[in-house]
């Protein structure tokens, strides 16, 4: 039906994947070139010659397909982080690596979500969704020919976030989780392998962002591309990932990196059980001494 090289049939549709997932872990050769996917080799950041450091030495291995999670004071460089990662900006010292080449300008591989869903307000919700594909390459170039075969991929990524019959509205026709769902679907909609994701709950009302964790977790778990989430919430780092990186404050540098030894699938249940409590107390603990220090 579709291109297998543009759309991938098990998209958001299959499990297959999961299947991809355990190989990968079982399989000690792929695990090892998949340890560092995402590779930030004594990074250092100035924002201006002669200001202080944003951010402190950092060294970060992030596997393919793992779910990472920073938590850390504001302003300790947590966005920085995400800027250094996707090439919006270089790094003053050291190296970041992604997919074993040197970062060396803005990254076609990239998927990114804020708190601010920024969705255009003159487009409607289908319509947002498929903007990276006016933009990236190739698909801005099959765009036109193609458009059905997009419109229904961005039709189906939509439904998987409970967006079924909402294709046509405006934004301002959706509720802030509705758009930040949206939002979540336009990250994803070119297949990115890396998925930034900053704060972007973070202005959402609590039963409505833990809705949007499991949306996001299940996209994540049907396809695994590789995701760096940065956050506020220390319930939201367990919820959602496989390793939490806590940051000291400024100037930024990664002082604890906990794995989160808490079973998949996550649901809301699992937010009451000791395990979960658990890591969540002593992740604030962490955070606790950082802004003591
Ligand atoms: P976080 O996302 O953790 O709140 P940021 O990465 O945005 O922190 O910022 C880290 C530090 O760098 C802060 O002290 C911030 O004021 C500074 N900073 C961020 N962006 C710029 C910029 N464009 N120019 C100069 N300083 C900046
Ligand atoms: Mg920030």
């Known amino acids: 039906m579709h291109s297998g090289a543009v759309f991938r049939p098990g998209f ?3 499990t297959s994947d999961f299947t991809k997932k355990n190989d990968q872990d079982q399989a000690g050769g792929l695990t090892a070139v998949s340890k560092s996917f995402v590779e930030l080799n004594n990074v250092r950041l100035r924002y201006s010659e002669g200001d202080d450091l944003a951010l402190e030495t950092t060294n970060m291995k992030i596997g393919k397909g793992e779910f990472i999670a920073v938590v850390g004071p504001s302003g300790c460089g947590k966005s920085s982080l995400l800027k250094l990662v996707s090439g919006l900006m270089p790094p003053s010292e050291g190296t970041v690596i992604v997919d074993n080449k040197e970062v060396a ?3 076609k591989i990239v998927g990114m979500a804020f708190q601010n869903p920024t969705l255009l307000p003159w487009r409607t919700t289908l319509d947002n969704v498929l903007l990276p594909m006016e933009i990236v390459k190739p698909h801005r170039n099959r765009l036109r020919k193609h458009r059905a075969e997009y419109e229904e991929r961005a039709r189906k990524l939509l ?6 019959g909402h294709e ?27 998925l930034m994701l900053d704060e972007p709950f973070g202005a959402l009302d609590a039963f409505t962002r833990e809705e949007l964790w499991d949306i996001l977790q299940n996209l994540w778990m049907v396809r695994p591309f590789t995701v760096i989430l940065v956050t506020h919430d220390l319930r939201e780092a367990a919820y959602l990932a496989d390793t939490i990186y806590v940051m000291s404050k400024r100037p930024g540098k990664i002082l604890v990196e906990r794995e989160n030894p808490l ?3 996550r649901d809301q249940e699992a937010t009451f059980t000791q395990p979960f409590t658990d890591l969540v107390h002593e992740l604030r603990s962490h955070i606790r001494d950082v802004r003591e220090s």
């Open 12 to 14: 958001l549709l299959t």
């Open 263 to 265: 079973p998949r699938p």
């Open 105 to 107: 300008g803005p990254l």
């Open 159 to 164: 439904a998987s976030v409970g967006l079924e």
């Open 168 to 194: 046509d509205k405006y934004p301002w026709e959706l509720s802030g989780g509705m758009q930040q769902r949206a939002s979540l679907c336009r990250s994803l909609i070119h297949e990115p392998d890396l």
